[in-house]
Each structure stands twice: as C-alpha cells, then as structure tokens.
C-alpha cells in the first residue's frame, strides 16, 4: 500500500477523533423533531440542554445542576463510551504518527511497527466503544421517540436524533476504517521490521524507510 494506505490510515485517524470530539463539543444528540411546534430549536445533550429561540435570537443553556445526580442508564453509557473512544483516538492517531515510516522520529524498525500495531488496536478500542454509545443512544431515542407516538399528543413527538449522534457514528466508522488501513498497510510488508533506514523496499523505489 505505500503512501496511499498511510494517507488513508492518517485521515482516517484524525477524522474520527475530531468527529467524536465534535459530538462533545456540540452536545446536541436529540432535536426536536419536525412534527413538533417550531418557535425555537431544542437541544439535549449529554450534558445540558439548550434551547435557540427564533424571535430573540439566543441561546439558551440549562446545565444539569450535578453530574453525579440519577441520569438516565442510556446518557450514562454514552458519556462513558464516548469519552472513552476520544481518548483512545487520539492515543491511536499518536502511535499512528510515530509509526508511520514518512516520519522521522525516535522509533525504527521493530519499534515502528509495534506503534503500528498499538495504533490498530487503540482504533479498534475507539470505534467499538463509540458504536456502544451510539448504539446505547440511538435506542434510547428511539424507544422514547415511539413512547411519544403512541400517545398521539398534538406536537408531538417532540425529539429525534441530533447532530452529535450523527457525528459520533461517522467518528465510529472512521475508526474503524483507520484499523484497516493500517492493518493493510502492515499486512502488505511495507512496515517490515527488518528494513533499515534508507534502504529502499524491492520492487518499490518511491517507498523508504526514514
């Protein structure tokens, strides 16, 4: 794979970890739903929820007044999961820098692809914990969702999924797509152990180990 599967492991990494950052960032994982009355834009998050009204112009924050009060299981979980896959992310967009045999650093040979291999692993470790939050949520929404429906309540139902959920899902799959590449890139015998700096790989010419 050469160059190509570094390109695609590196933009996959950073992808996904400021995808998932961004489903923090935003903290907007429900929306009200188009069937609800529209005199202002509501966001519930992991956090908070925040309230844009379309008259005055503003937002409107309301924090919850203690983390360690009861929350929902579901809110929980993907705290948890997502915070979880953010810092193996980024752990893994780490490894996966100083492994990667473009870039000059300490690490050479059989410490270079141990960074590889730690890379592949921390992406997995993101993309599953990320797929449990969002999966966790997405239930969570739905199931509330469908409870609002069958109340047949005029406005409602009043939220479905928001940006956030969205995000984190594309972070998710990103992370995923990141192992892959890497582990194709290994399995291809680009990062081979046993090449030393400066020798070119057979068969190769455009492809060297710094």
């Not at 309301?62 to 992310?89: H, K, M, W």
Request: glycine residues 10%.
């Amino acid at each position: 794979m050469g160059l190509c599967g570094t390109l695609a492991s590196l933009l996959g990494g950073f992808f996904s970890l400021f995808a998932l950052l961004g489903s923090l960032w935003m903290d907007c994982w429900q929306v009200n739903s188009k069937g609800s009355v529209g005199l202002s834009l509501r966001c519930r998050g992991l956090w908070g929820e925040c309230v844009w009204d379309k008259f005055v112009k503003i937002w409107t924050c309301d924090v919850f007044g203690s983390y360690l009060n009861p929350q929902p299981e579901a809110i929980l979980v993907t705290r948890i999961a997502v915070i979880v896959s953010v810092i193996a992310a980024a752990a893994a967009l780490l490894c996966l820098v100083s492994g990667c045999q473009y870039f000059q650093c300490l690490w050479a040979g059989i410490a270079k692809q141990r960074c590889l291999i730690s890379s592949l692993a921390l992406s997995l470790v993101a993309g599953l914990s990320s797929c449990v939050g969002v999966t966790r949520y997405g239930i969570y929404v739905f199931a509330q969702h469908q409870y609002e429906v069958s109340l047949k309540i005029p406005g409602f139902p009043s939220f479905e999924y928001g940006a956030s959920l969205w995000l984190a899902m594309a972070g998710n799959l990103s992370a995923f797509f990141a192992a892959g590449a890497s582990y194709l890139e290994m399995a291809s015998g680009t990062t081979s152990p046993s090449a030393s700096p400066g020798k070119t790989l057979p068969g190769n010419t455009a492809c060297t180990y710094v």
